[in-house]
């Protein structure tokens, strides 16, 4: 069973910047692939980024690139969401996603991800 522990979310003015984490266990993680997704009210969850364990490889949506920095610590076997620069839009709950399966062509789809953490919400004021 694999456990994911997502904390780091809070209240931040647009500009700002916030760091979310994501510390999982129950699993040797070099095979999966973890990914951020978030989910604003009344919205389907989007992709935010994804990491590859085994060799760091990333993925950004557009809306995030050059703001947000996914990023992993093997040793503690977590995984970072660097937030930079953010905007009002940003505002939703974000969830960390993980799973050994993951494919490039996959990587962007919540419903190929088996394990979910239980979210943090962000919200960023104007």
């Known amino acids: 069973q694999v456990q994911l522990v997502e904390s780091g979310g809070g209240l931040v003015q647009a500009g700002g910047s916030l760091r979310l984490s994501c510390a999982a266990s129950?699993?040797?993680?070099?095979?999966?692939?973890t990914g951020w997704f978030r989910q604003a009210p009344g919205k389907e969850r989007e992709f935010v980024a994804a990491i590859r364990w085994s060799n760091g490889n990333t993925n950004y949506a557009d809306p995030v690139k050059g703001r947000f920095t996914i990023s992993r610590d093997n040793a503690k076997n977590t995984v970072y969401l660097q937030m930079n620069s953010l905007k009002v839009d940003d505002t939703a709950v974000y969830y960390c996603a993980a799973d050994p399966g993951i494919t490039i062509g996959s990587m962007r789809m919540p419903g190929r991800y088996e394990y979910w953490g239980q979210g943090t919400q962000v919200t960023v004021s104007s």
């Open positions: 129950g699993r040797t993680f070099s095979t999966y692939v």
